[in-house]
């Protein structure tokens, strides 16, 4: 039994008309008809709560590896010079919180910002691990089911979060 019940994905579409199964020019993919522009391109989706920030990007390294050290020091240079609207925190030399190796932590504020830090980090992150997570009031499910990872994923030490 899942832990957590989900919506469907459609709710609000019911009635909709079907779309149409024709292919565009390249063969492969499907002709979508023009609509009006989501709004989640400017807004952060329910439940995630944007008074504070919407994500959280934790950049993870492993201290024993000198060339990671070396590196999460530099990218959190990087950053810190790249996006200097974001919300960046101190490179941590140690776990703190649920995560097991240290770290440093970005904030974003909007959807541009996620999907820019986001697809940078997808380029530039080297040999360090990502752990991204939405804010939406409820930590355990935040940095759990809502969470997506880039690189390898660490277990977390995610029963301080449970309700």
């Keep these: 039994m899942a832990e957590y019940q989900y919506k469907s994905p459609l709710e609000g579409y019911e009635n909709a008309e079907p779309l149409p199964t024709t292919f565009n020019p390249d063969g492969k ?3 979508n008809p023009p ?3 989501s709004a989640a391109y400017d807004e952060f989706p329910a439940p995630i709560k944007s008074s504070n920030n919407g994500f959280d990007f934790h950049i993870y390294y492993l201290p024993n590896f000198p060339e990671e050290a070396k590196y999460a020091a530099a990218l959190h240079e990087r950053i810190r010079r790249e996006f200097p609207e974001l919300r960046i925190y101190r490179l941590w030399d140690k776990p703190v919180g ?3 190796v240290p770290m ?3 904030n974003v504020f909007n959807p541009h910002q ?3 830090l986001f697809s940078w980090l997808a380029v530039n992150r080297g040999p360090l691990s990502v752990l991204i997570h939405p804010n ?3 930590p355990y499910k935040d940095h759990t089911e809502l969470a997506t990872w880039m690189g390898r994923p660490f277990p977390l030490n995610i029963g301080m ?3």
Aim: avoid cysteine; aromatic fraction near 10%.
């Design 29 to 31: 993919s499907l002709y």
């Design 114 to 116: 996620t999907g820019t």
């Design 161 to 163: 979060l449970k309700r």
């Design 136 to 138: 939406t009031g409820d």
């Design 98 to 100: 649920p995560h097991p």
């Design 104 to 106: 440093f932590e970005v």
């Design 35 to 37: 609509g009006p522009r």
